[in-house]
């Protein structure tokens, strides 16, 4: 009875995943953009889930990769013959080659992935506070490098041009496509050894797990998601610099925390919720007719709503809204 | 002057001790909190920033100089003593992760906030604006508030030692950095140290905000944003667990960011923040547990 039971851990979040997607099928145009967003958004949360989540260390730094992700993918995927007008300094070998969308996107995957490795190689030999400024530093050093490096981007500007395929079909495959790995690689035995080193760390290290190598594992792995929800995004809406920098690292976060940073349900959970209040939100900034009345809230109110959720989380449930499981079907059967 | 391969001229290296200096200030700020709390303050910079407004504010009010500094204690003093009942208190069992995140949280809070109620345009500071200008000594122009900020920051670290060392309260302090559990054993009520950490953490940050605004008069709500990320790089670049640690981390990072960005021509300087950050991992690397700290890493025995 127990494989049954694994495998609704994997159902129960790409259910939501298609709820979410089928639900956006039914809205307007206009609102359609909401639901699209906050898929990308899972995908984002569930990369960071899955070094989080299951090795206990901070990381500050995913941002990074979803930022070169986006990169990769918008500077591969603006037509050859706009390229000039967005990014007149771009490198020879950049300017004269253009992918399609998949190609575009398994390139942003890949450039998240070496980009961890690289920066993991070093980072993971660190814990505790030490390694969460060190991932802090890497997310800088990214932003900077992008925002004035003219010869891989367009520097200050915004990404136009690049084509716009991620609709909700795109960014659904892209969240299932995300969830299936992280499932995978948490039941695989390097996600069991990382887990155990989170509980126990010297007990781990006792029975011959090397905490290095597993938190690389798993740092690798979740910048190849972070890198392909990056070029998900890219192909969703203009973005620059800005857009991938503190704003999104915190927001990311506070999805993850809220939903309960230990478990996928949780990561799933947690991003879907908060976009949703994001969105409504978002909304009711513009005005929004809601009970009879009209509910017009001032701009910068969504950002004040999600901070105060957030500590309010912290505060009463710090191991958020899931309380950190996974999709409690066994305990309903006990019951 | 010539520093190996940077020209550097006396009034970068003065602006570079200034910054240093206030850096300084930020990191006993976020070191005194973290010895007794054990949590890393991300919420610091908007401490800062609420002074700012304060100052802002009150010039706007025309309020005369003193008064404004007044204000500002009042505003960051009452600001980290709420921080601390709502935030730190109901979290002080919590795993130093949790409270990561969750003052990175209220960090973010309070810039909404500030967003929100401010405007993202910004306010001006002018009341102080004429210790921006310079003073010539022996042919050297400096600006005024570059010698402030580093005697104000010297007084302040002298009186500051002075507190921990020769007082009640300061011993206990120290007590409580070491071994909060043993410490309350001993008798060390710990609210009253924890209170009195906030509050100097506090004054620090209405002084910082009041140097600060001197420099760069234009408050907006990402005031001292970056420069907080800055200093904590600095803070765990010196060494958390000791006052003198990271008293100094903070005030390299601050004079390097500030020698670097006066030297180095535009379009080097503008990756200033790429060098500095990998400055810093490159240090992590080598010394985790802090530059001018003695030691080595204390792994956990079983």
Same mark, same amino acid.
């Given at each position: 009875?127990?494989?049954?039971?694994?495998?609704?851990?994997?159902?129960?979040?790409?259910?939501?995943?298609?709820?979410?997607?089928?639900?956006?099928?039914?809205?307007?145009?206009?609102?359609?953009?909401?639901?699209?967003?906050?898929?990308?958004?899972?995908?984002?949360?569930?990369?960071?889930?899955?070094?989080?989540?299951?090795?206990?260390?901070?990381?500050?730094?995913?941002?990074?990769?979803?930022?070169?992700?986006?990169?990769?993918?918008?500077?591969?995927?603006?037509?050859?013959?706009?390229?000039?007008?967005?990014?007149?300094?771009?490198?020879?070998?950049?300017?004269?080659?253009?992918?399609?969308?998949?190609?575009?996107?398994?390139?942003?995957?890949?450039?998240?992935?070496?980009?961890?490795?690289?920066?993991?190689?070093?980072?993971?030999?660190?814990?505790?506070?030490?390694?969460?400024?060190?991932?802090?530093?890497?997310?800088?050093?990214?932003?900077?490098?992008?925002?004035?490096?003219?010869?891989?981007?367009?520097?200050?500007?915004?990404?136009?041009?690049?084509?716009?395929?991620?609709?909700?079909?795109?960014?659904?495959?892209?969240?299932?496509?995300?969830?299936?790995?992280?499932?995978?690689?948490?039941?695989?035995?390097?996600?069991?050894?990382?887990?155990?080193?989170?509980?126990?760390?010297?007990?781990?290290?006792?029975?011959?797990?090397?905490?290095?190598?597993?938190?690389?594992?798993?740092?690798?792995?979740?910048?190849?998601?972070?890198?392909?929800?990056?070029?998900?995004?890219?192909?969703?809406?203009?973005?620059?610099?800005?857009?991938?920098?503190?704003?999104?690292?915190?927001?990311?976060?506070?999805?993850?925390?809220?939903?309960?940073?230990?478990?996928?349900?949780?990561?799933?959970?947690?991003?879907?919720?908060?976009?949703?209040?994001?969105?409504?939100?978002?909304?009711?900034?513009?005005?929004?007719?809601?009970?009879?009345?009209?509910?017009?809230?001032?701009?910068?109110?969504?950002?004040?709503?999600?901070?105060?959720?957030?500590?309010?989380?912290?505060?009463?449930?710090?191991?958020?809204?899931?309380?950190?499981?996974?999709?409690?079907?066994?305990?309903?059967?006990?019951? | 002057?010539?520093?190996?391969?940077?020209?550097?001229?006396?009034?970068?290296?003065?602006?570079?001790?200034?910054?240093?200096?206030?850096? @300084?200030?930020? @990191?006993?700020?976020?070191?005194?909190?973290?010895?007794?709390?054990?949590?890393?303050?991300?919420?610091?910079?908007?401490?800062?920033?609420?002074?700012?407004?304060?100052?802002?504010?009150?010039?706007?009010?025309?309020?005369?100089?003193?008064?404004?500094?007044?204000?500002?204690?009042?505003?960051?003093?009452?600001?980290?003593?709420?921080?601390?009942?709502?935030?730190?208190?109901?979290?002080?069992?919590?795993?130093?992760?949790?409270?990561?995140?969750?003052?990175?949280?209220?960090?973010?809070?309070?810039?909404?906030?500030?967003?929100?109620?401010?405007?993202?345009?910004?306010?001006?500071?002018?009341?102080?604006?004429?210790?921006?200008?310079?003073?010539?000594?022996?042919?050297?122009?400096?600006?005024?508030?570059?010698?402030?900020?580093?005697?104000?920051?010297?007084?302040?670290?002298?009186?500051?030692?002075?507190?921990?060392?020769?007082?009640?309260?300061?011993?206990?302090?120290?007590?409580?950095?070491?071994?909060?559990?043993?410490?309350?054993?001993?008798?060390?009520?710990?609210?009253?140290?924890?209170?009195?950490?906030?509050?100097?953490?506090?004054?620090?940050?209405?002084?910082?905000?009041?140097?600060?605004?001197?420099?760069?008069?234009?408050?907006?709500?990402?005031?001292?944003?970056?420069?907080?990320?800055?200093?904590?790089?600095?803070?765990?670049?010196?060494?958390?667990?000791?006052?003198?640690?990271?008293?100094?981390?903070?005030?390299?990072?601050?004079?390097?960011?500030?020698?670097?960005?006066?030297?180095?021509?535009?379009?080097?300087?503008?990756?200033?923040?790429?060098?500095?950050?990998?400055?810093?991992?490159?240090?992590?690397?080598?010394?985790?547990?802090?530059?001018?700290?003695?030691?080595?890493?204390?792994?956990?025995?079983?």
């Amino acid at each position: 009875m127990r494989r049954p039971a694994q495998l609704v851990q994997l159902a129960a979040p790409c259910a939501l995943v298609v709820a979410a997607a089928l639900l956006g099928t039914l809205v307007s145009a206009s609102s359609e953009g909401y639901f699209v967003d906050s898929l990308v958004k899972v995908s984002i949360v569930v990369a960071l889930y899955v070094f989080i989540g299951n090795s206990g260390v901070l990381s500050f730094g995913h941002v990074s990769f979803v930022a070169l992700g986006a990169w990769t993918a918008g500077v591969l995927s603006v037509p050859a013959g706009e390229k000039p007008a967005i990014m007149p300094n771009l490198a020879h070998f950049l300017r004269g080659t253009t992918v399609g969308n998949v190609p575009s996107l398994l390139l942003a995957a890949l450039a998240g992935g070496v980009l961890a490795l690289v920066v993991g190689l070093a980072l993971m030999r660190l814990s505790g506070l030490a390694a969460g400024i060190a991932t802090f530093g890497v997310l800088e050093i990214t932003h900077n490098v992008l925002r004035y490096y003219e010869k891989i981007g367009p520097g200050l500007n915004t990404f136009s041009s690049v084509p716009e395929t991620t609709g909700l079909g795109q960014a659904s495959i892209g969240a299932l496509v995300a969830i299936g790995v992280a499932f995978a690689y948490q039941r695989s035995r390097f996600g069991r050894m990382l887990r155990a080193t989170r509980e126990d760390a010297p007990a781990a290290s006792a029975v011959g797990i090397s905490v290095y190598r597993q938190r690389l594992g798993a740092f690798v792995v979740s910048g190849v998601l972070a890198g392909l929800a990056g070029g998900l995004y890219v192909h969703l809406l203009p973005m620059n610099t800005e857009s991938l920098y503190l704003d999104l690292t915190f927001i990311t976060l506070a999805m993850l925390v809220v939903g309960g940073a230990s478990s996928l349900w949780g990561a799933v959970v947690g991003a879907l919720a908060v976009s949703a209040l994001d969105s409504f939100l978002a909304q009711a900034e513009n005005g929004v007719k809601l009970f009879g009345g009209t509910l017009d809230l001032p701009a910068g109110t969504r950002l004040v709503v999600v901070g105060v959720l957030m500590a309010l989380v912290l505060i009463l449930r710090p191991s958020g809204l899931t309380g950190g499981r996974e999709f409690p079907l066994l305990r309903w059967r006990r019951v | 002057m010539i520093l190996g391969v940077l020209t550097v001229d006396w009034q970068t290296l003065a602006d570079a001790l200034a910054l240093g200096a206030v850096y @300084a200030l930020m @990191a006993v700020g976020i070191g005194l909190v973290f010895g007794v709390l054990r949590l890393v303050n991300f919420a610091y910079g908007q401490l800062v920033m609420a002074g700012a407004y304060a100052l802002a504010f009150a010039s706007q009010w025309n309020w005369p100089g003193w008064a404004g500094i007044l204000l500002c204690f009042a505003v960051v003093l009452a600001l980290s003593v709420v921080m601390d009942r709502l935030v730190f208190r109901p979290l002080r069992t919590q795993s130093p992760a949790v409270m990561l995140v969750a003052t990175f949280a209220v960090a973010f809070l309070l810039q909404s906030i500030a967003l929100l109620w401010f405007g993202p345009l910004g306010k001006i500071a002018s009341s102080l604006a004429p210790l921006n200008r310079p003073v010539v000594i022996s042919g050297v122009d400096i600006r005024k508030i570059a010698i402030v900020a580093v005697v104000v920051a010297v007084v302040c670290l002298v009186a500051l030692q002075s507190l921990l060392t020769r007082t009640t309260v300061g011993l206990q302090m120290r007590a409580a950095a070491m071994d909060f559990r043993t410490a309350r054993m001993l008798g060390v009520r710990a609210n009253r140290v924890i209170g009195g950490a906030v509050l100097i953490s506090g004054a620090l940050a209405a002084v910082v905000a009041i140097m600060l605004t001197v420099q760069t008069p234009l408050v907006t709500p990402d005031f001292a944003l970056r420069d907080t990320i800055v200093v904590l790089a600095g803070v765990v670049l010196g060494g958390l667990n000791k006052p003198v640690p990271a008293t100094l981390g903070g005030f390299a990072i601050g004079f390097a960011s500030g020698l670097l960005g006066g030297a180095l021509p535009t379009t080097q300087s503008q990756y200033l923040p790429t060098i500095l950050f990998a400055a810093v991992i490159l240090v992590l690397l080598v010394r985790p547990n802090g530059l001018f700290t003695r030691g080595h890493e204390s792994l956990e025995r079983v």
